[in-house]
């Protein structure tokens, strides 16, 4: 693609929305006549013979199931056939052995969503600085948080414009998902310098320039502190409830405050993320990661009654501590926003970047003598510094040998590429 070409791009942003009583209790009715129409619809699917499993009788028994159930009529039209679509989809995915067979979902544990297709039935308009308005199917007028501008009124035509949304609900309340489409001009060469990083617990991104980016706690001392009250509360509940029983609504509301501060906590991660993510892609041009495993880091160390694990208590702490830090989110940022920018995101493998010495090259046993210090015991060597630093020039260097990781039938296999020189030497 030459510099300067108009590309098409499309993206997601999701706003907070600001709800009265009333238009929460529409919202969550037709969120509940979403997810009764999946499974309405999976139990047909089932129950029908595979040669009339068509889109066409399945939207006729959509067609006739709001007809049928009063309850289902609170469900706009246009949201029912999406719910359609969606469940066709899952069903070639899981053809095409992208995915697993769609199931049936459960109240408790399914997100409550529901889709708004059509972009232009949303009506937006911006009120002032900070709110914009949006009219949602079936609930009525209702405000939204501005934080980023959207192809709306005379800056909105055929090729940048908002497409549809999704509503979406958690802990924190109902949110709205726009599906955004613009025309943007083709970014050149990203000329900025090359880095390598190395993520970790205790540093979350440490770059081989030196460069860090730390975060603090994600919740306050007074909120980890009701957090923790919350967590008791719930568990003497819990345990006070007969084998059976139904649970109270105090138990349920306790759940509701816990569930609140987690994606208060989440929310500020991904802030981070964001903002951390947008910085590295503006300034770098080419950006080298590890490609870790983590699904194999985060196992259980419990191990089996005839050889049980050791440490398991220090390793499930780990393994929460590394979830927590989402460095596969992290990496995925990284993809789509060096992109926009015009840099590189590459991937080598991991194996030995902790332990090398990044000075000699050498890979010498006791090196890596804690968490934070590198001293090399290379006698004709003897460097020393930050261990995440010496692990981010490291990545770099593979990089810089030729040593890029390429995805190849399903998984990834190291290509040699022409030996790159360093930045100084350019």
């Known amino acids: 693609m030459s510099q300067g070409a108009l590309v098409k791009r499309q993206f997601g942003h999701r706003a907070r929305l600001s709800m009265s ?50 309850f289902l009529a609170v469900l706009p039209a246009q949201a029912a056939q999406a719910v359609l679509k969606t469940y066709v989809q899952a069903w070639k995915n899981c053809w095409g052995g992208r995915a697993a067979a769609p199931k049936f979902k ?10 708004v297709p059509q972009g232009r039935d949303l009506n937006i308009t911006r009120v002032h600085r900070h709110w914009g308005m949006a009219s949602l199917p079936k609930v009525g007028r209702v405000r939204f948080r501005w934080t980023k501008g959207l192809p709306v009124g005379k800056h909105a035509n055929a090729e940048n414009r908002i497409t549809g949304a999704r509503l979406i609900k958690d802990a924190l309340g109902w949110h709205i998902a726009f599906r955004v489409q613009t025309l943007e001009v083709s970014p050149g060469p990203h000329r ?15 770059l081989s320039d030196g460069e860090t980016y730390e975060h603090g706690e994600w919740l306050t001392a007074k909120e980890q502190a009701k ?80 050889e049980p694990g050791r440490n398991v208590a220090q390793k499930s702490g780990l393994n929460r501590s590394i ?4 460095w596969g989110r992290t990496v995925a940022m990284l993809a789509y926003k060096t992109a926009r920018h015009g840099g590189t995101l590459a991937k080598v493998p991991a194996p030995g970047t902790s332990q090398r010495c990044s000075a000699c090259g050498l890979t010498t ?28 020039r490291n990545v770099l260097h593979l990089y810089r040998m030729g040593l890029a990781l390429v995805p190849a039938a399903g998984r990834a296999v190291v290509r040699r590429a022409k030996r790159v020189k360093p930045a100084a030497a350019r």
Not at 192 to 206: E, K, L, Q, S
Not at 378 to 390: E, F, K, P, R, T
């Open 227 to 306: 957090l923790l009250r919350l967590e008791q509360r719930a568990a003497q509940r819990k345990a006070h409830r007969k084998p059976g029983e139904r649970t109270s609504g105090r138990l349920h509301h306790t759940y509701d405050q816990i569930a609140g501060l987690r994606a208060k906590a989440k929310r500020r991660a991904l802030d981070w993320q964001h903002q951390t993510t947008t910085a590295i892609a503006s300034t770098y041009g080419t950006v080298v990661v590890e490609a870790l495993t983590i699904a194999n880091m985060v196992k259980s160390a419990k191990g089996t009654i005839e």
């Open 192 to 206: 900025g310098p090359d880095a390598g990083i190395d993520v970790g617990v205790t540093v979350p991104i440490a």
């Open 365 to 392: 046993p006791g090196s890596r003598e804690s968490q934070a210090v590198f001293v090399c015991k290379n006698l004709d060597c003897g460097w020393s510094g930050n261990a995440d630093h010496n692990a981010a």
């Open 106 to 115: 459960g109240r408790i544990r399914t997100v409550m969503s529901v889709d």
């Open 323 to 326: 979830s927590g830090e989402a």
């Open 21 to 70: 009583r009333a238009e929460v209790l529409k919202a969550d009715g037709q969120a509940h006549a979403a997810r009764t129409m999946w499974n309405l619809l999976h139990a047909w699917w089932r129950m029908m013979p595979k040669e009339k499993r068509t889109l066409a009788n399945a939207d006729a028994a959509v067609r006739q199931a709001r007809e049928d159930i009063d």
